[in-house]
């Protein structure tokens, strides 16, 4: 066997150990890692694939999903088929079968690596930020959520509405994805990490019955396509397509995509944006605070708006409606991914973003000082 033959019969092996190598790096030389990989090489890749895959009208991802399942089985029904029927070729079916499966396990954890893997672990999103990471107080948590009640409020009296006050959305899905790649793109002219164009972003055709998973979008790192559950509350739509786009952006840590939902609020003019942007903060903030102070939580619900109050009924509602041994299960699957990933808190990680909001609100409070001044 020469060279060539060699290197085509291990290239799977090659593959893998290249990107380990790189992971590696991206764990204990973030920063020297950070300044080349995300910010060049993962950027045209990911805009590449994003812009060829945006080019089929469905989620291919989804496809994949669906039909993975169906295709393994029947691998396992074809090779029980030849053992029940004795037939000479069972073993070489399954020593084919093994070997090929080892391949592309291979290739996809190396793919997985080098895209979501390894942006788990690039700089945080809070240097770039010049962040001062903190504890949350109490009390301090209560003035940002009173901070948010009053934005969300604000931008709840300027949305549409129906006669009984509940949220109509004027923006189409595409019209949404535009203008929330334009408030990146304005984003990026203070925080360049965030700059690009990602249109990959599908509503998944089995969105109702996703609901039965509480998942809300996810971001598929082997076709780089954003999934969005279009069957949710219409008014969080524009926020999860936001925190779905922070990951596709490289910004893989749950809590950084939430933290940019809420700062992308300052950087777009739509009214209906920076409502989805401010309410679904304000969701993971009250949370928050819920588990601190129960009474607290209860006192701040009273500065509500009307048009606030009717969202919320509606947004609990409908994940009541869907409470079943399967979204338990879903958890329990995110939160070891997460941890998987180096984020040790797991799904709790989403709500470490309160962490950042405070930061972002102590920042925010001393630049007004100092310009009062």
Known sequence: ???????????????????????????????????????????????GFSHLFALIPFSFSELILF???????????????????????TGKYWRYIGQCSLKWI????????????????????????????????????MQLCLYLVDKTNSAAMQSNRNREGRFIPKLTFSKNIMLINNSYDSL???????KGRYPSSKPLVSSYWVSYAHIMGFFFPFTFEVNIN????????????????????????????????????????????????????????????????MALYRKLTDDFSVFLRIDLNSYYEYWRAFQSPISALSRTINDAYLKANSQSKGV????????????DYKQEQTIKAYEYQ
């Open 106 to 141: 291979c290739y996809l954890i190396s793919f997985f690596l080098l895209t979501a893997g390894v942006n788990y672990h690039r700089t945080p999103l809070v240097q770039y930020l010049g962040l001062e990471v903190e504890p949350v107080q109490k009390e301090e948590l």
């Open 348 to 359: 709790q990680s989403y709500g470490r973003v309160v962490e950042l909001l405070m930061a």
């Open 230 to 293: 279009k069957d949710i509350p219409d008014f969080l739509i524009p926020a999860v397509i936001a925190h779905e786009q922070a990951h596709i952006r490289g910004f893989m840590r749950e809590e950084e995509a939430e933290y940019a939902v809420y700062i992308l609020a300052r950087y777009t003019k739509n009214t209906e944006l920076q409502y989805s942007f401010y309410i679904s903060t304000l969701i993971r903030a009250m949370n928050a605070l819920y588990s601190m102070d």
């Open 1 to 47: 066997m020469n060279i060539k033959e060699q290197l085509k019969k291990y290239l799977h092996v090659i593959v893998l150990v290249v990107s380990l190598l790189l992971y590696l790096l991206a764990i204990f030389s973030p920063r020297i890692f950070s300044f080349v990989y995300p910010q060049i090489i993962y950027k045209i890749c990911s805009q």
């Open 67 to 89: 039909l993975l399942p169906v295709y393994v089985l029947y691998l396992l029904g074809k090779g029980l088929y030849l053992w029940v029927m004795s037939s000479e070729g």
């Open 188 to 194: 990026s002219i203070h925080y360049p990490a965030c």
